[in-house]
């Protein structure tokens, strides 16, 4: 059975994630079949943001008014070299230092252009899931 991908979100603490990022997310139906990974949800906020990207599949980084919290978030998720849709609000843009390292940055306009670039990027990725699942399987041997 093919699971979820996980999917970590990045964002700034200053903007307001919650009707930004979140809801807009746990608005949709194809991706409440993927483990969404809020940082600063209730489940998540004492978790450690390097753990939770660690045990990542793919990564969503939101740019709206970036913060030393944000920053080094991002670091880890270059770091980790994984998968990383980068989405800015068109209204407010992004500092152009992210564009060096954030090769495609794409510009949404509302709610429903964000869900629909985090829900295009989980369908593209979502092989990546399954094959790492199968990548834990060890054959032990075979019934005759």
């Known amino acids: 059975m093919a699971r979820g991908l996980s999917i970590y979100f990045v964002h700034s603490g200053k903007s307001d994630y919650n009707n930004l990022i979140y809801l807009p997310v746990l608005r949709s139906n194809i991706l409440s079949h993927h483990t969404l ?60 230092k992210y564009q060096k390292l954030l090769k495609n940055i794409i510009a949404y306009n509302n709610e429903a252009d964000f869900r629909y670039y985090v829900e295009t990027f989980a369908e593209t990725y979502k092989g990546v899931a399954n094959k790492k699942a199968e990548e834990n399987v060890v054959v032990l041997g075979t019934i005759q």
């Open 37 to 96: 990974m809020f940082p600063r949800s209730e489940e998540n906020k004492d978790k450690y943001f390097k753990d939770m990207i660690a045990n990542c599949d793919v990564i969503v980084v939101e740019l709206t008014d970036p913060d030393i919290g944000f920053n080094m978030e991002l670091k880890e998720a270059l770091i980790s070299r994984k998968p990383i849709l980068a989405l800015a609000q068109k209204a407010v843009g992004y500092d152009p």
